[in-house]
């Protein structure tokens, strides 16, 4: 038996969206332990994805929502793209399969948690690959590179509240006509604030930054789209003390604990979910039982 288990993650913002210095995209985002995707050879069903060699049928044990802001559609299709590969034999790299499910054409956060896990940073897309904002649906441009990966120290606490799942069309047309504004400071509070907090295990810092990006570049328009629920819960998360993201579109919205009790704390008050950071990336198991 063959057996992949993937992740999910948080994305904390795309970066660039207004093409100075000749660039566009970018991205910061973390690896979760739970929930994951457990896929594995089996008669389940047939193998949903056209790739270029033969493929098993497959079996689903693990999965989670589609366009809550876990990353699902990335995830899962590289979580198939590696498990034909191994069954085949290929050591095909993370762009190579990222490019075969046509995935990482605006971010890198979702492959490159997906090979290391942890915390990482892409450097987007030149304009001479990626000629506009576009969503990874609607692109064809490369995957980015990655620029940085860190072991992440801290708790995730995230909940799925009420609000919108933007996908499709929907989200095309939000790329389109999206006005971007704050860039520069949100690359400052990324470079100065959010990686050297996490470099350092500075959980105040981390947080800081966090609510800080939920007010600059994409992310501001992003959290500006989505339903009063959504919101409300940001701001009575803040008001205890734990300053909240929104992870992609969302709806999940996320805040960094140093300990389980304040983990529990908060999904005893609003519900949600705690888990540990995966800060090795996607497992592929070989078994000889079935």
Known sequence: MIEVQGISRIHITLINMDGILGRIDGGVGIALKNPKIVVRVGGCQPFPLDLPFKVPGICIDED???????????????????????????NYSIKELARLVKRGSTSGVGIYTFEYGGLVLDGGHSLKVKKEMLPSDFAESPPPSLLLRRNFPWLVYF??????????????????????????????????????????RDLEGALDSIQRIQN????????????????????????????????????????????????????????????EPNNEGAKVRWSTTT
């Open 64 to 90: 989670y929502p589609e366009h809550v802001g876990l990353g699902h559609t990335t995830q899962f299709k590289l979580s198939l793209a590696k498990l034909a590969s191994e069954y085949n034999h290929m």
């Open 159 to 200: 909940n799925i509240p009420k609000g919108k799942r933007v996908f499709g069309k929907e989200e095309l047309e939000f790329f389109r006509n999206a006005k971007v504004e704050g860039v520069d400071m949100l690359a400052r509070v990324i470079l100065m604030e959010l990686l050297p907090s996490v470099e350092e």
């Open 216 to 275: 600059l570049g994409f992310k501001k328009l992003e959290v500006n789209f989505q339903t009063d629920e959504v919101k409300s819960l940001m701001r009575e998360m803040k008001n205890l003390g734990f300053p909240a993201g929104l992870s992609s579109f969302g709806p999940l919205v996320y805040t960094f604990v140093s300990s389980r009790k304040e983990g529990e704390e908060l999904v005893a008050r609003f519900g949600g979910k705690l888990t």
